[in-house]
Nanobody, 123 residues
Framework: QVQLVESGGGLVQAGDSLRLSCAAS????????MGWFRQGPGREREFVAA????????VYADFVKGRFTISRDKEKNTVFLQMDSLKPEDTAVYSC????????????????WGQGTQVTVSS
């Protein structure tokens, strides 16, 4: 099955930007969508953004408010999350996921997860 590896996290100040990457390898030909989720300390995992693999149609959580942009490079089997105007409340472990389901704003759509990358935003 597909293997996912995230990168690009780090410690930044409020207002800064980060670009997360999720590199996929293995059997990706049946993947319908790639998604980004995040989980802060003591909080449940929440949806951030997703994109359909073939069509490249993006979907965003309401709290993104135009600050984040998801994209994918189909040739390189990589999905990106450009995060601008970061806020302290964006601090979390960000994980990417691949799946076949149609409800791509929920975890139900995804069957494979990466290990996550830490994003910390200071005031």
């Amino acid at each position: 099955q597909v293997q996912l590896v995230e990168s690009g996290g780090g410690l930044v100040q409020a207002g800064d930007s980060l670009r997360l990457s999720c590199a996929a390898s293995g059997r990706t030909f049946n993947t319908y969508a790639m998604g980004w989720f995040r989980q802060g300390p003591g909080r449940e995992r929440e949806f951030v953004a997703a994109i359909t693999w073939n069509g490249g149609s993006p979907v965003y959580a309401d709290f993104v408010k135009g600050r984040f942009t998801i994209s994918r490079d189909k040739e390189k089997n990589t999905v990106f999350l450009q995060m601008d105007s970061l806020k302290p409340e964006d601090t979390a472990v960000y994980s990417c996921a691949a799946g076949l389901g149609l409800r791509i704003t929920t975890t139900l759509a995804y069957s494979k997860w990466g290990q996550g990358t830490q994003v910390t935003v200071s005031s």
